[in-house]
């Protein structure tokens, strides 16, 4: 069973394509969502997941 830390950075790695995606298909001119909806729901849950991961403390029973 995956711990609270392979959690997050799965949440992250998935966020971050996601915003990545959309981002470019955004920025390359297929312009379907407002900027700031981008934002909000994309961008924004992607830096406080990747904040939250950094600052997880290590497992001191994790296996290798």
Known sequence: MPG???SWRT???VL???SLII???Q???YRFLDPKFELCV???PTILSL???SRLPESSNSQV
Do not use: L, N, S
């Open 51 to 53: 904040i939250i991961y």
């Open 16 to 18: 971050m394509a996601i």
């Open 23 to 25: 981002g470019f298909i």
């Open 42 to 44: 994309f961008h924004v």
């Open 27 to 29: 920025r390359t001119g």
């Open 4 to 6: 609270e830390k392979e």
């Open 11 to 13: 949440t992250v790695m």
